[in-house]
């Protein structure tokens, strides 16, 4: 009991976990393309979202990207811009056709 002087009340604290158990069994990730076969360079897309430093964090996924992929992998930069706004088709149209995957980022 906790004692403030006028008045008692009991002190209880309850800590919840708000984890849980899965309910989908997870699927491992597979690549949708396959790695460039046919001698052209695999182009991975850099989608920033015009909040501040979401340039500069898509610099560092390159960083540590490009160790990891075949020589020659072109990385294709954009940035939305207006962090407010939703991607124009056009945005999104030109960096899938540019691009064989996509990294979309966020910054603050």
């Known amino acids: 009991m906790l004692d403030r002087g006028f008045w008692q009340a009991p002190c209880m604290i309850t800590y919840l976990d708000p984890r849980s158990q899965p309910a ?6 597979t690549a949708r393309w396959s790695a460039a076969s046919d001698g052209e360079p695999i182009r ?6 015009g909040f501040p ?14 160790p990891l992929l075949p ?13 407010s706004a939703v ?21 603050h």
């Open 24 to 29: 989908a069994t997870p699927l491992p990730y």
């Open 44 to 49: 991975i897309g850099l989608f920033a979202n």
């Open 53 to 66: 430093d979401s340039v500069a964090f898509l610099g560092h996924i390159e960083a540590a990207l490009s």
């Open 71 to 83: 020589a020659g992998t072109v990385f294709v930069h954009r940035n939305k811009g207006n962090a």
């Open 87 to 107: 991607a124009t088709s056009e945005q999104i149209h030109e960096l899938a056709e540019q691009s064989d995957a996509v990294v979309a980022a966020y910054g």
